[in-house]
């Protein structure tokens, strides 16, 4: 298999919704967590490494989130990130292992940390690329790349010029983003099971994304923070706080590269995570 080819799409039929997964490999198991702009699922996100990490001897299984691709939304009052870790618990359960090390970008980093903090047990190394749920030092917040997501459906609704913003604030060299990719992913944006529930819809506002002010300090696994230095949407000073607080975390940081460090360094981000998940 090519890293051009979509593996079977898999899924757990939980009580609370469908979640739909891909896998690939044998070995420890290493579940890919999307991050939340449109359109996002998880092969897109994640077809640049889902071989790659695969041949390293590695059980690699993709995620669509809750209101992402293929996978059931998911109502909550306890804030963005818990609903994401509980349906990823269900896939961890699903796939009968005891733990697994997650691998997560935005929304996916914000949503491994909330799953490390509730089930430590399930949850052995953190790779955690530009995750949300801090606070930057310096630079103004919420972000102008992070405010074009949030309010992509607002106004006029959806259009294929506001997702080109939007995908324009992930990265830092834009040549790699084709028209073809720009078309799937509003594709999938506009499905009528997304656009009944809009994703980050009131995500800006609730405290209990603030996964900063959470007890992290107690985090024990093996941490590996990974931040663009050119991110527009979670600008790089919000690794401060996660590299201080979290006791086993190491940062790395990607020089001109934006918010989608494993789709622009590619290579480079497979050879790091590749030896961080074998590292004792």
Known sequence: MTAGDLPETKFVDSSRGRVAYQEMGEGPTVILIHGGGPG?????NYRKNLVPLAERGNHVVIIDLPGYGQSDHRLSEDGLFAPMAEATLDLIDHLGVEKASLVGNSLGGGTALRLALDHPGRVDKLILMGPGGSLPATSPFPSDGLMRML????????????LDRVIDALVYDRSSI??????ERFKTATLPQTMANPPLSGAAHNPKNELWRDRIEGLQHPTLIIWGAEDRVLPLDMAFIYLKRIP??????FSKCGHWAQWERAEEFNELVGNFLVRN
């Open 248 to 253: 086993n975390a190491d940062l790395h940081v």
């Open 178 to 183: 084709t028209r073809e990719l720009l078309e």
């Open 40 to 44: 996002a699922y998880g092969y897109s």
């Open 151 to 162: 309010t992509f459906y607002d106004g006029e609704g959806p259009t294929i010029e506001k």
